[in-house]
Antibody, heavy 118, light 107 residues
Framework: EVQLVQSGAEVKKPGESLRISCKGSGYVFTKYWIGWVRQMPGKGLEWMGAIYPGDSDTRYRPSFQGQVSISVDKSTDTAHLQWSSLKASDTAMYYC???????????WGQGTMVIVSP | DIQMTQSPSYVSASVGDRVTITCRASESLSSWLAWYQQKPGRAPKLLIHSASRLQSGVPSRFSGSESGTDFSLTISNLQPEDIATYYCQQSNSFPWTFGQGTQVDIK
């Protein structure tokens, strides 16, 4: 079964760093992009960026460039989303997803809730 | 960046009704358009890819169409389990972008 499994919920303070993960299984990890999608409480979906594990080609939405870092560990088939200094406005659900046919996200992780509060 | 303008933001219809949601792209997408359904507390689910291709396992009452830079998702014969928020998303060029979402409710 093709699946993406994300790391668990996090509660952090402003200014702290954080890395969340997304582990793929059931398919050749290096042959598909992995995207990250933010959903702030009560709001819509925002595409943050994506990485191609085969060559680590990484793309960001301009508003997220420099705010987060996307990386991949091919040895463990895991993608990461990282912050060096969290803000309260980073509080959101974060999904990883894999595009398949038509470059549409046909496989989604279960989501990682990140809460940033003093 | 390609802008996706989705409408309406909210629609309420009766069981059995036909509901249509539209997305307008700011430039050509060459059919790289997908539709998702999201229920509260759940990850989004792919319904339609390539503008009009039904994802495997999705009921046939869902359909997609395109006309130039205008795209539509139609739910024919609306069912109670279709209560959700629906999003379009373009993957023609980076950064990929989502529409603002349409909440579908039952009268």
């Amino acid at each position: 079964e093709v699946q993406l499994v994300q790391s668990g919920a996090e509660v952090k303070k402003p200014g702290e760093s954080l890395r969340i993960s997304c582990k793929g299984s059931g398919y050749v990890f290096t042959k598909y992009w992995i995207g990250w999608v933010r959903q702030m409480p009560g709001k819509g979906l925002e595409w943050m960026g994506a990485i191609y594990p085969g060559d680590s080609d990484t793309r960001y939405r301009p508003s997220f460039q420099g705010q987060v870092s996307i990386s991949v560990d091919k040895s463990t088939d895991t993608a990461h989303l990282q912050w060096s200094s969290l803000k309260a406005s980073d509080t959101a659900m974060y999904y990883c997803a894999r595009p398949g046919s038509g470059e549409a996200f046909d496989v989604w992780g279960q989501g990682t809730m990140v809460i940033v509060s003093p | 960046d390609i802008q996706m303008t989705q409408s309406p933001s909210y629609v309420s219809a009766s069981v059995g009704d036909r509901v249509t949601i539209t997305c307008r792209a700011s430039e050509s997408l060459s059919s790289w358009l997908a539709w998702y359904q999201q229920k509260p507390g759940r990850a989004p689910k792919l319904l339609i890819h390539s503008a009009s291709r039904l994802q495997s396992g999705v009921p046939s009452r869902f359909s997609g169409s395109e006309s130039g830079t205008d795209f539509s998702l139609t739910i024919s014969n609306l069912q109670p389990e279709d209560i959700a928020t629906y999003y379009c998303q373009q993957s023609n060029s980076f950064p990929w972008t989502f529409g603002q979402g349409t909440q579908v409710d039952i009268k």
